[in-house]
Structures are given as structure tokens and as C-alpha cells.
């Protein structure tokens, strides 16, 4: 007896577009990113009197400035060139699991407490001007006097900040680095809301489109590609909000008490914003069951049409067929007006029909 065996056909699953190593030793500094280019360090040094901006390709010129008597912005620009990232971490003594973590941009958002200084990773989030959704990891380093802030590539949400620095506007020319930390951590998150926005805009968009009467089939793949941003958005928010919260209890010597205020406050915006995240997010998968509703619905209206057609022809087709039949012996058939009899019962029948399903208010 053979028995044949039934042919499986294997799913191939695409591959992950981050790189990432195998058996490697903890602290090994290699990035997993895609974004190439020269490191740029952007050096801002200011105080309540003082201010001076430096932008270099030389990471050498952020050195040095551990021991200045005011503070400090370092910003890092390119994580690709590894080997620049390991000279600023070993002349700042970071330890090396915090090097590995600055160019891994898988990492997840976090918070690490050192004797010396804090470590926080975040995503920054932003739409590009053609639409497309942006998630940059984003590591910073916050010292005494000093915060460093490393990023994968050029553009980032702090022009606003770098104002305020330049312009000495607000309280941050005359706080430390504790409040130039939260106030990175602000503008982060205060752009979340105009991710957000735009977020609640499309949603809105396919809504009108789904109740239109020229809804596209490629609106699925809309909804798909929104998704997969709202789980994104939701990866880099909700461990945020864990950090912050982290970093509101905290007991470190390194945050005043009066920045504390601040970071309270930042708490509430992430939790907004966490909040929102989750209601657009069952907004956008309720928007596929409403399209399949809206496709249902559509064609059952196709469907009551053509029944109703066929419901109106089948009594016609029935009368047209008793005598249309070949018997020499019908007795209707050699009536002088039978032609025009049988027309006038067809249309007794179909007017009699149209009226019968206007009053079930079928039509």
C-alpha cells in the first residue's frame, strides 16, 4: 500500500533590514544602521554670560570640555564611522556596553545610571516633507557640565532649542546641564504631538475616502503601511514614558530638585501623547473591518439590485415560456388580440411588482 505524501509549500519571510552580529563580545562597538556619511560634531559651550558655537568634522574638538567652567552640548552627527565613537567614549570614560548601545539603533529606549553621569536612548520621530515616516536613534550622555547627544544622520527637531541657546532665551542660559538634558528630552517629545497630528490627519483622510463613492482597492495597502507607523510610533513611546518616569524618581545628585518640576511636567506630555497613540492605534485597525464593511456593504447593493431585476423577469419569462412552447394546441393561440393580452399581463405583472417592492421599500 503507498501512500503519497502531500507537498508543503514553505513561507519565505523577508529579511530584517538591520544588520546585526553574531557571537560577538559584549561591548563591541559596531553599528547596525544603514545611514553612511562624515561625522560632524557640533559643539555648543554657554553659560549666563558666554556663548560659543563650533562645527567640526574633527572629533578631537569635542575634547577638553569635561573640565569647562560652563556647559557644554556636544552633538554627534553620523554613527557609521565607529571608530570616531570609541576616541569620544574612551576620552569620557563611557563604559563600552554604552558605546555598543549609542550605534545600536535597534535599542530599545532606556535609561542607565552611572556615579558620573546618565545615559538615555530615545527615538526621534518626524515626517519628511514627501510623507514618509522617519524613527532616528538617538543616544545622549549627561554629565555635570555637559550633555553629548549622538545621532545617525544631519537634521534633527532642536533648531528651537539652539535658538534658545544662541538668543539667550527662557531659563536655559542660566540653569545646567540637568535642564538642557530635559529640554533635549522636551523637544523630542514635543514633536511626538505633530507626529501625532499628522497621524490623526491621514486617519481622517482614508476615513472620508472609505465612505466615498470612488474608494480605491489599493486603500488597503494605506491602511497597512499606517499599521505598521502607529506600531513604530508605539515602540518609541511607550518605553519613553517608562524612562521619564525613571528619571522624574530618581535620586541622582546630578538632576536639581528644581528641574525635577520640569521633568514632572514632561511626564504628563509623554503620557498624553502615549494616550493618543493608543486610541489612533485602534482607530486604524478598526479602519480595515470598516472598509470590509464598506466593500460588504456595496455589494450587497449590487447583489439587491440584481435580484430585484431577476425577481421582476422571472414571472415574464415564465408567461413568455407557456407560450412559446410548440403544441399545436394552445388555447390562447389563435385568439385575435392574444398578442396584445399577453403583453398587457406582462405589464400588469411588472408594474404590479415595482409597486409591491416600493411599498417593502426594496426600491
Not at 547627544?149 to 532665551?169: H, Y
Not at 523630542?188 to 481622517?204: A, H, M, P, R
Request: net charge negative; hydrophobic share 40%; glycine share 4%.
Amino acid at each position: 500500500m503507498s501512500s503519497k505524501r502531500k507537498k508543503t509549500t514553505k513561507i519565505k519571510f523577508p529579511k530584517h533590514n538591520i544588520r546585526k552580529t553574531k557571537n560577538e563580545v559584549p561591548g563591541a562597538v559596531n553599528y547596525t544602521g544603514s545611514k553612511t556619511g562624515v561625522t560632524k560634531v557640533e559643539i555648543i559651550d554657554y553659560s549666563k554670560n558666554h556663548y560659543k558655537r563650533v562645527d567640526s568634522e574633527d572629533i578631537e574638538d569635542a575634547f577638553g570640555f569635561e573640565t569647562s567652567e560652563h556647559i557644554t552640548w556636544i552633538n554627534v552627527n553620523g554613527l557609521n564611522n565607529t571608530a570616531e565613537i570609541e576616541r569620544l567614549g574612551e576620552y569620557y570614560n563611557l563604559h563600552p556596553l554604552i558605546q555598543e548601545d549609542i550605534v545600536t539603533t535597534n535599542q530599545r529606549p532606556k535609561m542607565d545610571e552611572y556615579e558620573d553621569y546618565l545615559f538615555i536612548v530615545f527615538k526621534m520621530l518626524h515626517y519628511t516633507d514627501d510623507g514618509d515616516f522617519v524613527n532616528e536613534h538617538v543616544s545622549m550622555v549627561m554629565g555635570k557640565n555637559y550633555v553629548t547627544t549622538f545621532q545617525e544622520a544631519d537634521g534633527d527637531v532642536f533648531d528651537g532649542l539652539r535658538d534658545r541657546l544662541e538668543n539667550a532665551k527662557g531659563r536655559i542660559r542660566n540653569a545646567g546641564a540637568d535642564y538642557l538634558m530635559f529640554a533635549v528630552l522636551d523637544a523630542v517629545v514635543d514633536n511626538y504631538f505633530s507626529v501625532i497630528e499628522t497621524l490623526s490627519t491621514k486617519i481622517e483622510y482614508l476615513e472620508d475616502q472609505l465612505f466615498s463613492d470612488e474608494t480605491d482597492a489599493d486603500i488597503t495597502q494605506d491602511i497597512q503601511k499606517l499599521k505598521k507607523e502607529i506600531l513604530r510610533i508605539r515602540r518609541a513611546v511607550v518605553p519613553l514614558r517608562e524612562v521619564i518616569n525613571r528619571l522624574e524618581k530618581t535620586d541622582t545628585e546630578l538632576i536639581e530638585a528644581r528641574t525635577q518640576n520640569y521633568i514632572r511636567d514632561l511626564y504628563d506630555h509623554i503620557i498624553q501623547v502615549s494616550e493618543s497613540v493608543d486610541i489612533y492605534r485602534e482607530m486604524i485597525w478598526g479602519l480595515m473591518d470598516m472598509y470590509m464593511t464598506t466593500i460588504s456593504n456595496k455589494m450587497n447593493e449590487v447583489m439587491k439590485v440584481l435580484t430585484i431585476m431577476a425577481s421582476i423577469f422571472i414571472p415574464l419569462t415564465f408567461m413568455a415560456g407557456i407560450y412559446g412552447m410548440n403544441f399545436e394546441y394552445i388555447p390562447e393561440l389563435h385568439v385575435k388580440n392574444g398578442y396584445f393580452y399577453l403583453w398587457g399581463a406582462m405589464i400588469v405583472v411588472f408594474v404590479g411588482m415595482i409597486w409591491f417592492f416600493k411599498r417593502k421599500k426594496w426600491l
